[in-house]
C-alpha cells in the first residue's frame, strides 16, 4: 500500500490528513479525516486511496444536488491523478471510468420519473426530483458524500 508514500508527501507539501483504518474508503470533512479499508491492499485499494485524498486536497464538503456530486467525484480523479503523478504511479483510467459509470448509472436511475420513465434533469433539492414531462414529483434519499465503489448499493 502507498499508505506510508502518500502520508510522507502530504506531511512534505504542509497538507494536514489523518488517515484512519475502517471498512471502507471514504473522506470526512467533518474530522478532516480518511478512513480507508485495510483489509483491502491492493492495486485498487491505492488508487482510491488516492481518489479520497483528491476529496480532501480540494476541501469537498457538500454537494448542492446529485449532478453536483457527479461533477466532484471527476474532480475529485482529476486532482488523485495529479497527486499520483508526483508519487510516479499510474491510474488506470478504464477504473477511474468504471467508477464515475457507477455515479452516473446510479443518477440515471434516481432521475428517471417513476410515472413516464423519462429521464428528468430537474432535482429541485436533495430529496426531490420533479419530472419534466409529466410534472410528478418523486423522493430519493438523500446521498452519502461518496460512495463506496465495491459495493453496488442501487
Ligand atoms: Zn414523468
Ligand atoms: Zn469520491
Known sequence: ????????????????LTF?????????????????????QDQKSDW?????TGHALLNHTIYKNDFHLLSLEVTAWEKAK???HDL????DQNH??????TYRDWLAKRS??????IKSLQQTD???????????IWKVTPSRFCRPYRSVII
Request: glycine share 2%.
Open 82 to 84: 495529479d497527486i499520483a
Open 96 to 101: 477511474i471510468e468504471d467508477c464515475l459509470d
Open 1 to 16: 500500500m502507498i499508505l506510508n508514500k502518500l502520508t510522507n508527501y502530504l506531511k512534505a507539501n504542509n497538507y494536514q
Open 88 to 91: 510516479k504511479i499510474i491510474i
Open 20 to 40: 484512519t483504518p475502517g471498512k471502507q474508503f471514504y473522506w470526512s470533512p467533518e474530522t478532516k479525516e480518511i478512513f480507508y479499508d485495510q483489509n483491502h
Open 112 to 117: 428517471t420519473c417513476p410515472v413516464c420513465n
Open 48 to 52: 482510491s486511496l488516492l481518489h479520497e
Open 126 to 136: 436533495f430529496i426531490n426530483y420533479r419530472c419534466f414531462n409529466c410534472h410528478s
